[in-house]
């Protein structure tokens, strides 16, 4: 009898350690329980931050049509170009899974008339993004981002609205030391001609550049100068500077901008080559970094012709979107905890069947009276069940036995000292309050 037993113990254990012959999709990751308070925070700061600096909360579908974004964020841009999730439904629809938030808040702002809600309209929305990207450190084909928009208004007390909210964020998140790289990329009316003094500084450079840098030259020559590839990177030290080539009203934009960032005394780092991989951004464009320049943790900047861009009016708007795994595994290289207040959760064990049955409703008479508890009532013993009292560091247990059924008691014990005392049930919750406290 023993052996066959020890064989099935054998048998179960093999059983539970083989795992499923599926896993996640590539690039695509699990939110693990063990980082679920990393998610709570981020979710409760996310909501305090937005209260207090007066956002609304709003969340747009994750598959859109496939052509909003095409429209949006332009045709010859790695998203469109390489990166997006497009496919048929059955009914022949061509949809997309999101690459990003902005472009949908406005597909709704233009759709749902939110202009009459507020103005301008402030919101911010969380989610999964999806990126069919090369998959490596800190770069996912689905990532999660926090957004914050301010949409119909062309103020650059926006813009700065927008960076400090971020700020908040990451302060709020414990991050200190982050850096912000701003620039602006100047509008319909400038941008045209630096894009020509670009051409002509690379026009003889050509067999210099890598190749995708070579194809951008013909479609998309601002990208240029984001070029990662060292032999780009050299060629960039000397391209001209778009600040020269701003106009009056985008000079004056950015020139608040910054006297803005100084006002709050937010340092700050002008890259005159920082232009966004999305090509719907005009005038103010920012990265916030974290050591180093290639780990961003958050990227935004004015879309002033999104709106138009999907047959809109002119819809002057600012906007932010926070890459939520980078913040996290920025956070744990740092060795920073989350920080989160948890409620003091509490342990019931029972034992023998009718003490386990009753327990199921006096466990739940203290939950509905705010009381967090932890059972483990699918193991018989009391022992087996302490040892999970033990295992999560729960000080206070309550005990409930056939003895203490009949008695209408409970034993309520504290596990740090071994004391313990026996109370009547209908004390039970009062008992248990008082002492969580
Ligand atoms: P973007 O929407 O491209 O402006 O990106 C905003 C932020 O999202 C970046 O600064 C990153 O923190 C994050 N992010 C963008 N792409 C990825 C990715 N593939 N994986 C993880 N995080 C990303």
């Not at 045209?192 to 500084?201: A, F, G, S, V």
């Not at 729960?394 to 209408?408: D, H, S």
Request: one cysteine or more.
């Amino acid at each position: 009898m023993k052996k066959i037993k020890q064989r099935n113990k054998k048998i179960e254990k093999e059983r539970s350690r083989k795992t499923s012959q599926f896993q996640t999709v590539k690039g695509m990751a699990d939110i693990l329980p063990k980082d679920q308070n990393w998610w709570k925070m981020i979710n409760k700061v996310s909501d305090s931050v937005a209260e207090l600096h007066d956002y609304y909360f709003m969340e747009t579908p994750i598959l859109e049509n496939a052509g909003l974004f095409e429209a949006s964020l332009g045709e010859s841009t790695d998203v469109i170009e390489k990166e997006m999730y497009v496919f048929k439904t059955k009914g022949g629809d061509r949809v997309a899974l999101r690459p990003e938030g902005t472009t949908a808040v406005v597909r709704s702002y233009l759709e749902n008339h939110l202009g009459y809600f507020s103005s301008p309209l402030r919101v911010y929305y969380m989610g999964p993004m999806f990126r069919y990207e090369r998959p490596q450190a800190g770069r996912y084909r689905q990532l999660h981002q926090l957004g914050f928009e301010i949409i119909g208004d062309s103020d650059p007390v926006y813009d700065v609205q927008i960076i400090l909210v971020v700020f908040a964020f990451l302060k709020e998140m414990r991050l200190k030391n982050f850096k912000i790289r701003i620039n602006s990329i100047g509008c319909r009316v400038c941008r045209p001609n630096y894009k020509q003094k670009i051409k002509e500084y690379y026009r003889t450079k050509k067999l210099e550049l890598c190749d995708d840098c070579n194809e951008r030259y013909e479609k998309n020559i601002l990208r240029l100068l984001d070029c990662k590839e060292a032999g780009c990177r050299i060629l960039v030290q000397k391209a001209p500077v778009i600040l020269d080539s701003l106009c009056q009203a985008c000079n004056n934009h950015f020139r608040t901008v910054l006297e803005l960032l100084e006002d709050n005394a937010i340092v700050y780092e002008p890259d005159p080559y920082l232009v966004r991989g999305l090509d719907y951004y005009s005038k103010t464009v920012f990265e916030i970094y974290y050591d180093n320049p290639a780990n961003a943790l958050a990227g935004g900047g004015r879309f002033d012709y999104l709106s138009e861009f999907l047959g809109g009016r002119m819809l002057p708007s600012v906007g932010v979107a926070i890459g939520l795994e980078r913040v996290i595994e920025t956070l744990k290289s740092l060795e920073i905890e989350p920080n989160l207040k948890l409620k003091s959760r509490m342990f019931f064990a029972a034992v023998g069947d009718n003490a386990k049955k009753a327990a199921v409703k006096f466990i739940d008479q203290l939950r509905e009276n705010n009381v967090a508890v932890v059972e483990a009532l699918g193991k018989k013993s009391l022992r087996a069940q302490l040892k999970i009292a033990d295992k999560y560091h729960l000080q206070t247990v309550l005990i409930f036995g056939q003895k203490e059924l009949f008695e209408e008691m409970i034993i309520i014990r504290d596990m740090k000292t071994g004391a313990q005392e026996n109370i009547v049930l209908s004390k039970m919750t009062e008992e248990v309050k008082r002492r969580l406290r």
